[in-house]
């Protein structure tokens, strides 16, 4: 198991990390060559019990749907993906680019990750 959110698979979809600033997301989504965008604020997950005595470590998580539209966007195409990306880094009470890392807990420390896009 890894500690970092990205990569990550869900609903068949591989979820790449394209550019990070703070705890806004670019995400490069593809499934069997069909490729399209989400923006999205991660949030800081606290560790939890379940009845069952398993338990949950804290960790960056992804929006979920409950919250689509508010902490996660979908496109089509990167040029409109990343305008959004762009306006909620701007605007962003964030920290500075790659200041917290998706592999661990919030940390001041700068690390950066990207991927490429074909």
Wanted: proline share 4%.
């Amino acid at each position: 198991m890894t500690d970092s959110l990205f990569p990550f698979r869900k609903s068949g979809f591989e979820h790449e990390l394209v550019e990070q600033y703070g705890t806004v997301c670019l995400v490069k989504r593809s499934r069997n060559g069909i490729t399209h965008y989400e923006v999205v604020r991660l949030h800081w997950e606290r560790e939890k019990n379940f009845p069952n005595e398993r338990m949950s470590v804290a960790h960056w998580a992804y929006p979920g749907s409950e919250v689509w539209g508010e902490r996660g966007w979908t496109y089509s195409d990167l040029t409109r993906a990343r305008r959004k990306y762009l306006e909620l880094a701007q605007n962003s009470d964030s920290m500075a680019p790659g200041s917290i890392s998706i592999a661990a807990k919030p940390t001041k420390r700068a690390t950066t990750q990207s991927v490429e896009v074909a």
